[in-house]
């Protein structure tokens, strides 16, 4: 693991940046990210199944596994912490290969997702679970863009600062949930 | 006889779910300190720290802790000498819910039926509740938020008589172990042991309503549970898996008894942001 030390990185993501990366590091996200969960993935990979075009360009995009509580009055979005990524395990890999950069989540990923990912150059970042209130400051503004009918798991468009995750799996097969857990176990 | 009003119970309901899910209780929060002094790993320590003070941001601002606000799952304790004016019991809990759920801007995470369209409901009712006729006059109302992540890492396995308590423990730990991060550790372990199929689950369930950290009140069911907590905590899971020496705040065991040929055993995890309420009308 390495030193913790916050790197800042703006969205959309290159493949620059993404060679940069490394399971461990801790970032700081500004730019904006798109919003799906169970629902939202399904329709998105229906359309690309069907030929249809994506309700928004995700080239370059970073997707955040989100089902947020609804926003109070003047407020941009309600609490928002991330969901469990492995539900998204089944349609993860249609969406990196129409040119996804990033995922926002929390638990780990599929063996095929992590392929898929080293081959497409695309990076899984976890957000600190459970802290959906603390998370939520860091998004400025938030619109719903597709499948309003979804509630919560529509997609929306986010615009957040300084937002914190940690690289999970990089390209080169780094994976902080193995390696930590190998750190601190002290089973026989 | 007590007389006990629909209205009443509604109130009652809809304060519990927005309080359960904006502030925590003291014992989880003294559990987060616990569990601090504890850790090791630089990172855990960090998460734990953001944790709490997630906490104090959610208590202070009125704002939901997490953003997956949960099943509402009831345990009700009824009192033979209560009746109960103005409706059914079950109607005033699933309006109660309705009324929380939506004046307190919480998610709405409950789909109609699980299989065909998954149509969200929009009010997050129906409500699980589990209902049970007790002596006296009171109405106990006990709230669990039992949001999808953990839930999701549940298992329940109808063991040997021979496999023993041994084969308790390893169930127990593989179960904690193969959840990883996806129930947001550090978690509360409920253990169900014995009873039959239906009813182990109901007591890993229940044991997630106990005050976190609060032993059981039989020495030897204690002893288990401080065996199962240390065995847990060496995994290296950690504070939201991202490795450390607190996997689990509590772990809290259930018994019942069992069928000669039976050892019934399930396990139901909490996440960190362990959400429970209780009130007596």
Redesign the interface.
């Known amino acids: 693991?390495q030193e913790?030390k916050i790197r800042k990185i703006t969205t959309p993501l290159t493949d620059d940046v993404i060679s940069d990366l490394r399971a461990g590091d801790k970032i700081e996200l500004t730019g904006v990210l798109y919003t799906a969960r169970d629902?939202g993935h399904k329709r998105l990979v229906k359309m690309i199944k069907d030929g249809d075009k994506l309700p928004f360009d995700i080239k370059g995009q970073v997707l955040y596994f989100?089902?947020?509580?609804?926003?109070?009055p003047g407020m941009p979005i309600?609490?928002?912490?991330p969901?469990?990524s492995?539900r998204m395990d089944l349609y993860s890999p249609h969406l990196i290969k129409c040119g996804l950069k990033g995922m926002i989540g929390?638990?780990?990923r599929a063996k095929e997702v992590i392929e898929t990912m080293r081959e497409y150059k695309c990076i899984y970042f976890?957000a600190?679970?459970?802290?959906?209130?603390?998370l939520?400051?860091k998004i400025k503004k938030a619109e719903v863009i597709a499948f309003e009918d979804?509630?919560?798991?529509a997609i929306r468009r986010l615009e957040v600062e300084n937002f914190p995750v940690?690289v999970i799996n990089d390209i080169y097969g780094g994976d902080?949930?193995k390696?930590?857990?190998?750190?601190?176990?002290?089973?026989e | 006889m007590k007389r006990i009003h629909y209205n009443d119970i509604v109130d009652k309901v809809r304060e519990m779910c927005i309080e359960a899910n904006y502030s925590l209780s003291k014992d989880v929060i003294a559990s987060y300190e616990r569990a601090l002094e504890m850790e090791k790993s630089p990172l855990g320590q960090e998460v734990l720290g953001q944790i709490m003070e997630n906490a104090r941001i959610a208590d202070k601002e009125g704002m939901p802790l997490c953003q997956d606000t949960g099943l509402s799952v009831f345990f009700i304790e009824v009192g033979q000498d209560v009746s109960i004016a103005g409706g059914l019991l079950d109607d005033a809990i699933n309006e109660g819910v309705r009324q929380g759920y939506n004046t307190g801007y919480l998610r709405k995470s409950v789909v109609q039926e699980p299989v065909f369209e998954r149509r969200n409901t929009s009010d997050n009712t129906p409500a699980i509740i589990h209902t049970e006729l007790v002596s006296g006059d009171r109405l106990k109302i006990m709230l669990d938020i039992a949001g999808g992540g953990c839930e999701n890492m549940a298992a329940l396995k109808m063991l040997r008589p021979a496999d023993g308590l041994e084969g308790v423990k390893q169930f127990v730990v593989e179960t904690v172990r193969n959840a990883g991060a996806n129930p947001c550790p550090p978690v509360v372990v409920g253990v169900g042991i014995g009873g039959d199929f239906e009813k182990v689950a109901m007591l890993a369930k229940r044991a997630l309503l106990r005050p976190v950290g609060q032993p059981h009140s039989k020495l030897e069911v204690a002893a288990l549970e401080e065996d199962l907590l240390k065995k847990v905590n060496q995994l290296g899971i950690g504070p939201v898996g991202l490795g450390g020496i607190v996997t689990a705040l509590a772990v809290h065991v259930e018994m019942h008894p069992c069928h000669i040929a039976s050892l019934p055993v399930a396990v139901n995890l909490g996440c960190h942001s362990s959400r429970h309420k209780s009130i007596t009308i």
Do not use: H, N
């Open positions: 693991m913790l629902a989100v089902g947020p509580t609804p926003a109070k309600g609490s928002a912490g969901t469990t492995g929390k638990g780990a976890a600190i679970g459970g802290v959906a209130a603390l939520s400051k979804l509630g919560t798991e940690v902080l949930y390696e930590g857990v190998k750190q601190y176990s002290t089973r």
